[in-house]
């Protein structure tokens, strides 16, 4: 049986070789001047150089997204990009696709460098096998369908083009945050902050919580408020996506590709959600259900609730998060903190919320869940010892473990 690949998002280097620690068989990562999520998530051409070794080196795969609808000044930005990919050719670095919405860039790309695989950005909203096939027969080698796109509808597509013998792979995002309107396709952020969603650079307006008002016809002027809860109204934010509890349906329809939302968040998301998917796909595949463990897991990111968006059908109010907090916040669990080094059983972790002696911790591995006890712990700096450890500029604890660890683990802490 062909699994789906496990696609995560990798923001940076260090969430790159997370995420592949952790199971994912591919990472996606963005050109800096020409790529979708352009805040603090792509890479610079070293980084770039960088990130394909690393995925070499792990026999891993690296997509690079070039995914904007450029205006003309961008197109500038796209020679260079052209320049700098025949560059690494040259020192025999190639991405093992990139990810092209624009037609334009897209016939840059074909023509200027050829040995280049090219994959249909979601942005592109390709919805049936006919437009699979249009992208097919202009030689992209995948297409990644937009989130609207049903189960029952993936596998009409699948059938379709197999029938016309068309041979295109298809990938589809599984779990992450929704837009609320078509993928992308979305003015309000630009409107609302100029920040073009188009161009990456989303400042996810929809999410905000809204204040409402009403005014009678004959009373012009006196603005009666419409509360929902104390946090306002989130009337346009989208629940995120998750369909880790129904990856055998995910299997069964034909995807090549299972691909988890969210090149922006944290190092701590990297490893749980390629972790989370990579062994519920293991299970899905032998027919297993999810351990209570991997669910308990999942509740570890962070979210607005979770829905299975557009997979069994159209989202009506369930997909929807009117009322409450953004989702930043967790009650259970938080991010306490990523190993930095290891001696024997003495590991140096850098530290991402605050932690005091005694605080019940996870060390999250590839393949479990080990809790611990934070003992005494020291500052890695002058190792001298602390009562309490704050998060900030990459401040580092010292402490004994009895238990195996490596370099780039992530750990909880228990609320
Ligand atoms: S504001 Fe919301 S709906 Fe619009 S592009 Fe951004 S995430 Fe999508």
Redo the contacts with the bound molecule.
Sequence with gaps: MKLPEILAPAGDLEKLKTAYMYGADACYMGMKSVSMRVKGSTMDIDEVEAALKIAKKMGKKLYLTMNIYAHENKMNFLEKEIERLKEMKKKDLVPDGLLISDPGILMEVKEACPWIDIHISTQANTLNASACEFWAKLGVKRVVLGREVSLREVKQIREKLKAKGIEVELEAFVHG?M???Y???????NFMTSRD?NEGM??????WNYKMYLEEEKRPGEFIPVYEDEAGTSI?STKDMCMLEHLDDIIDCGLDSAKIEGRHKTVFYAAIASRIYRQAMDLAAKGKKLTPELLDLMETINTRGYSTGFWYGKPGAEGQKYTGDRGDYNEKYCFAGVIRKVDGKTVDMEVRNTLKQGDKLDIITPKETIPVKLGEFRNAANDEIIEEAHAGQGFTIRFEVSEEVKEGYVLRKRL
């Excluded at 993928?183 to 952020?189: A, D, E, H, P």
């Excluded at 989303?202 to 999410?207: E, N, V």
Aim: some cysteine.
């Design positions: 945050a837009c609320m309107a993928s992308g396709r979305c003015l309000l952020s969603a989303c400042a996810h307006s929809c999410r346009m």
